[in-house]
Each structure stands twice: as structure tokens, then as C-alpha cells.
């Protein structure tokens, strides 16, 4: 069986890429079997199953030597009877590099500690991180085959597993752009912790898209002619949101359980050739479809989110019912469903190396495009008491965060609540520190206002100002706060 899985993902590395030394990926699955020789899971697999499982799901995500090897060998130190020395004259310095830290990085308990703990691991978890991406990607894929496994386990041990995939590992997901695996890794958590609203939800919703099928392909039809008819090649497909995701929104109060409120449940996902493309599609949708004018159109095209996310989302009235279609290229849409993945090709051939100093002073992470990543390291740094570290983070990094545009159309993640002072001082320490007013959108506001997601805040600096001590009432990120105590202390 274990040869069965071996020979598929050997299939699947020869279709996408000719440059992995199958004969080395071969040399590394014995090894990793004479690793676990005898050892089982609980669900009676051989342990090598797993290794290979976890090297197949990351083969769906990146074809890479190092990281195909580091995921068939994840456990062998860990739990196997391999020492590092011995994986490094084997294969090198990198797939141990990989290995070691992802072992180091399932050591980390997020459940069960205390709060300081826990945010202790979750910094560590984030520099490691910033070493090697791929160190999180296996860890991310490890996560996944396990989730699969776990209703081998106790109830309690269910719960804790999946109360930190839903805590640490979908939100880090969802920040490295990988949709796919975010929405995955919650509905699979969520059937643990909440079965009955877990089964709610998808009742409501399968009811629904029983209704709507009809609707949906023939709206479908509809639009494919359309594009043809101005020679726009594309493909359209529908997508329905994950189960996790649709019962968050459904226990908001404003939609309280009506999924006619609900307008993404189902969309429709139209790939196009190029950006021009995207537009004219925009073009033709809403010649087709009467756009909602309350909802209207999210030109991430154009404004790519902090994530790196781009796509056009137009919501329309189609039949019966409002629907979003979104546009977008297919580079696009590989980036969305797979992240960092997507372009660590691009990443790796820079050919950059990080040197443990570099990241200790907080610069350098592999891809600009992941501030978060960077600031949580800057941040990890400066701070002296690990209470205060806990609190920055959970008002900084786990909460739901909003995207402010400068006016030159920067992008910059806040956390929510966050006002213009936080703001300027996300900008600049200077523009914080002269910081008079505030426009949002063409319009003045205080500096207390709570600002939005999508908003463009322009700062109107005074020639010589002190910051007031008043504004440390109202600022929310640990940045402000910091600069605030020290210039008016
Ligand atoms: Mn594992």
C-alpha cells in the first residue's frame, strides 16, 4: 500500500516537474520506511503513511525537492530511529534544516498553556517561519493529514486539535493567502468542536444550492456566450464558500440565519487571459446582470489586498437572486488558492539567503508582500515583558484586521478599531508625531474615528506638534502606543 501511495506521488512530481531526482525522492521514501520500520498509527496505517501523505498534499501545493523529501521524512527524528546527523549526510543541510524545524515547530503546545505560552510559541512559530516558509508548509500539510485521522483519537484530544487548527494554523493559513487550505483545515475543526451547528449549516445550505443549481448554470450559459460573442476566452466555474466560513456569517446578527442574505454562499469564478480581460468581463457582467448597488464592485485588481489577493468581485442581481462573480487571470487565481506557494519559485530563484542576525533584527523575510510576517518579528524584538507582548498580539495580530489606503494607494493592515493616529504612526513615527487631523475619504474626522476596511486616510501634518498624551485613550496598536508613551512621557 505504502508503494502504491510512493509510485502516485512519483506520478504526480513527473507531470509537473522534471527537475526532482526521482531516484533521490525514491532513496528518501526507503529511508523514511526503514525510519518507521513497525511503527503503526492509531488508525492501524503503517507510520510511513503519513509521511507520505503529508509529501503528497504538499506535492499539490509546490513541487520542490527539499520540501517533497522534508515532509516523507517529517517524523523520522521526532519519532523515528534517525538522528539529524545521520539526515544530514544523507541528504543535506537543507531538508534537515526543514525537518528540524518542523519538529521543533510541532513542540509547541498552543493548547492547554497558559496565555504567555502561548503567545511565546506563536513567536516562535512565526520566526521559524520567517527562516523557511517551507517549514510551515509542511507543518500546514502534517496538520491536514492528521485532522483527517483524528476521529481515531479521544474526544478530548479532538478538541484540543482542533481548537488550535481553528486558533493558530486556518488564520496562519488564511495570512499566507492560502484559501484553499484555510477553509479546509476549519470545516474539518469545526465538525469537532461544533457538530450540531456544523450539520445546521450544511443542511441550510444544501437545501439552498439544491434551489439554486438551475439558476446557477444557467446563468452560467448565459454569461460564457456573452464572453464569446466578444471574444473573451474564459472559464467559469462555481464556488461555494467553505461551512466554517457560511456559519460565521449566518450568526451575524444583521443576517441571522437567512441565507437570502448571505450573497456569496455560491459564486461564480470566471478566469480570463489578462487584465484587460478582467475589465471587458466586468464590462460584459454587467451589461448581462444588473450590478446591486449597495454591494457594487471590489477592484482588487487594482488594489491587491495586504495578502497579495487580487480579483475583481462584482455582486449582481442573476434570476432570481443575487450572485458575485469574480474575475480574475489565472496567475491570479493560482496565487489566491495557494499563497506564498504559488510564487516561492519566484522567491527561492532570487536565491536569497537569510542569516539567523538578519531575522533576529527584524528585516528580512523571504517576501515583502507578507508584511505581518515581518512586523511580528520587529515587534518580537522590542519587546522586553512578554505580558505586553501577549496583549499587542491579541489586539494586534489575532484579531480581524482592516486594510487603510494612503493616499498615494499603499496598502496597510490595521487592526480593527484602529484610528488615523494609529495610522500615521503605521506610516511614519514622524507623521504620528505631527499628527493634526485627518481626512478619510475626502472628509474630515477626529482622530479617535474608528476607521474601515477599504477607507483611504489622508494625514494632515502641523509644522510643530506635540502629540497629545490623551490619544493614548484611544489608539490601539502597540506601535502608537509605544511611541505615544515615549514622546509624552
Ligand atoms: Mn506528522
Request: proline share 2%; net charge positive.
Amino acid at each position: 500500500m505504502s508503494e502504491a501511495k510512493f509510485n502516485q506521488l512519483v506520478l504526480k512530481v513527473k507531470r509537473i516537474d522534471n527537475q526532482v531526482d526521482l531516484a533521490k525522492l525514491k532513496e528518501a521514501f526507503l529511508f523514511a520506511q526503514k525510519a518507521h520500520l513497525g511503527q503503526k498509527r492509531l488508525s492501524g496505517a503503517d507510520f510511513i503513511d503519513h509521511g507520505l501523505n503529508t509529501a503528497l498534499i504538499l506535492s499539490d501545493w509546490l513541487i520542490d525537492e527539499d520540501l517533497l523529501i522534508a515532509g516523507l521524512l517529517h517524523d523520522a527524528v521526532e519519532d523515528g530511529q534517525v538522528t539529524s546527523q545521520q539526515l544530514e549526510k544523507k541528504f543535506g543541510k537543507t531538508v534537515t534544516r526543514l525537518v528540524m524545524g518542523v519538529t521543533k515547530v510541532r513542540g509547541l503546545k498552543f493548547r492547554g498553556s497558559n496565555q504567555e505560552v502561548f503567545v511565546e510559541n506563536l513567536r516562535k512559530l512565526i520566526i521559524t517561519m520567517a527562516k523557511d516558509l517551507r517549514v510551515v508548509l509542511v507543518r500546514l500539510a502534517d496538520r491536514w493529514d492528521n485532522l483527517q485521522t483524528l476521529y481515531v483519537h479521544s474526544p478530548e484530544k479532538q478538541a484540543r486539535k482542533a481548537k488550535e487548527t481553528l486558533e493558530v494554523y486556518a488564520p496562519l493559513a488564511d495570512r499566507l493567502g492560502m484559501t484553499e487550505i484555510k477553509s479546509f483545515l476549519e470545516d474539518l475543526s469545526f465538525i469537532y468542536l461544533q457538530p450540531e451547528e456544523y450539520q445546521k449549516t450544511v443542511d441550510l445550505a444544501i437545501k439552498f444550492l439544491k434551489k439554486a443549481e438551475v439558476d446557477l448554470k444557467q446563468t452560467k450559459r448565459q454569461l460564457l456566450s456573452a464572453l464569446a460573442k466578444k471574444s473573451v476566452s474564459a472559464q467559469i466555474s462555481a464556488r461555494t464558500k467553505g461551512v466554517y466560513s457560511l456559519f460565521n456569517k449566518l450568526s451575524r446578527e444583521e443576517v441571522n440565519w437567512d441565507l437570502e442574505k448571505v450573497h456569496d454562499l455560491v459564486a461564480l469564478r470566471v478566469i480570463v487571459e489578462n487584465i484587460e480581460d478582467c475589465y471587458a468581463t466586468l464590462g460584459i457582467v454587467h451589461q448581462l446582470f444588473k450590478p446591486v448597488p449597495s454591494l457594487g464592485v471590489s477592484d482588487f485588481v487594482a488594489q491587491p489586498k495586504p495578502n497579495g489577493y487580487q480579483s475583481i468581485h462584482a455582486k449582481v442581481f442573476a434570476l432570481k437572486r443575487v450572485i458575485e462573480v469574480q474575475i480574475r487571470t489565472e496567475e491570479m487565481h493560482q496565487e489566491a488558492e495557494w499563497g506564498i506557494a504559488a510564487h516561492w519559485h519566484y522567491v527561492q530563484k532570487k536565491g536569497k539567503e537569510i542569516s539567523d542576525e538578519k531575522i533576529e533584527r527584524g528585516f528580512s523575510v523571504p517576501d515583502e508582500k507578507i508584511n505581518w510576517v515581518r512586523e511580528l518579528v520587529a515587534w518580537q524584538k522590542e519587546v522586553v515583558d512578554s505580558k505586553e507582548f501577549l496583549s499587542s498580539l491579541k489586539l494586534d495580530a489575532l484579531r480581524k484586521r482592516i486594510f487603510i489606503f494612503s493616499p498615494q494607494g499603499d496598502v496597510y493592515d490595521l487592526p480593527l478599531g484602529a484610528t488615523p493616529v494609529d495610522f500615521a504612526y503605521a506610516v511614519h513615527s514622524d507623521l504620528g508625531n505631527n499628527c493634526q487631523g485627518a481626512r478619510v475619504d475626502g472628509q474630515w474626522v477626529s482622530l479617535d474615528y474608528q476607521l474601515k476596511s477599504g477607507q483611504a486616510v489622508e494625514i494632515i501634518k502641523a509644522k510643530k506638534r506635540k502629540p497629545s498624551r490623551d490619544w493614548l485613550d484611544f489608539v490601539v496598536t502597540k506601535r502608537a502606543r509605544d511611541k505615544l508613551k515615549k514622546i509624552t512621557s
